[in-house]
């Protein structure tokens, strides 16, 4: 997955047909790749930054991006209906817990609705998607070689500090080939595929969780499982069918 450079630095490979752009330091990834479509970039164009200086998070959180952490954005195009393209968020979240599970085996990764992944209960990867139709930027953050310090809203951990060596440019190039090859099964079997694999490495199903969504108060239930869709389905009292909930912040009562 890796070729040599000179004087021993490594490059990742990228999928055949896809494009690596790298920046030493952007705004953000995801601005880059905005920029880069509006002149024309298309399906499989990787932007990698060593440094953001405007890295950004879901819900308008900030994203700590030091040198030594993967910060990358991938342009998709989805060939699928426009009703199912929030399906990409989970397929996203499989890719990258494969990928991460392949550069280090000891560790066991689990993903948390819809596309945090998190390893012994502490998170080490983000994913934002954002739209820019008819494309979508597909931004990942995965904490390599550090975990941001100061004031978190949750837990957190490296690749590093979870004693695994591997550097970015392994990290990204085994993110993209599970990307691309996710991405061709998404296209050729429909969501069932995903939807089996990101329930294997779920954390948290049939524990007590808490739901925020931004227009109720919070919702606390048990997590059962996913919908055929990928909506999230929690069971908030004994009788009746689980609610259906399509966007919001999941917290596991009991950590992973
Ligand atoms: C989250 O968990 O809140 C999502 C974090 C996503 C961070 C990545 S880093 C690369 C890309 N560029 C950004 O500005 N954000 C995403």
Same mark, same amino acid.
């Given at each position: ?8 630095? /490594?490059?990742?490979? =990228?999928?055949? &047909? ?11 990834? $995801?601005?880059? @790749? ?5 002149? +024309?970039?298309?399906? !499989?164009?990787? =932007? ?5 200086? +405007? ?12 040198? !030594? $952490? ?22 996203? &979240?499989?890719?990258? @817990?494969? @990928? ?14 819809? $596309? ?14 954002? $739209? ?8 990942? +953050?995965?904490?390599?070689?550090? @975990? ?18 591997? +550097? ?21 079997? !429909? ?17 007590? /969780? ?14 059962? !499982? ?7 389905? #929690? ?9 259906? #909930?399509?966007?919001?912040? =999941? ?6």
């Amino acid at each position: 997955m890796v070729t040599e450079k000179a004087a021993g630095e /490594v490059e990742a490979q =990228v999928p055949s &047909g896809w494009r690596l752009v790298r920046f030493d330091t952007v705004d953000s990834t $995801n601005e880059q @790749a905005r920029r880069l479509i509006a002149g +024309g970039a298309e399906h !499989g164009t990787v =932007v990698v930054a060593d440094v953001q200086t +405007g890295g950004r998070g879901r819900h308008g959180r900030k994203w700590t991006s030091p040198r !030594g $952490n993967l910060h990358c954005s991938i342009i998709v195009h989805p060939h699928r209906p426009q009703r199912e393209v929030p399906q990409l968020s989970l397929l996203t &979240g499989v890719a990258v @817990a494969e @990928a991460l599970a392949s550069v280090a085996p000891h560790s066991v990764f689990r993903a948390k609705w819809p $596309n945090d992944i998190l390893c012994r209960g502490r998170k080490l990867c983000g994913i934002l998607l954002e $739209n820019a139709e008819p494309s979508v930027i597909v931004g990942i +953050g995965v904490d390599v070689a550090s @975990a941001p310090g100061g004031e978190v809203l949750y837990p957190t951990t490296s690749l590093a500090e979870e004693g695994c060596r591997a +550097g970015v440019e392994e990290v990204l190039a085994a993110i993209c080939q599970r990307m691309d090859r996710w991405l061709r099964r998404w296209e050729a079997d !429909g969501f069932e595929p995903i939807r089996s694999a990101w329930l294997e490495r779920a954390g948290g199903i049939g524990e007590p /969780v808490v739901v925020r969504t931004e227009d109720r108060d919070p919702l606390r239930g048990t997590l059962v !499982g996913l919908d055929t869709d990928g909506a999230l389905l #929690i069971q908030e009292a004994v009788d009746g069918p689980p609610r259906r #909930i399509l966007a919001g912040d =999941v917290h596991l009562v009991r950590s992973l």
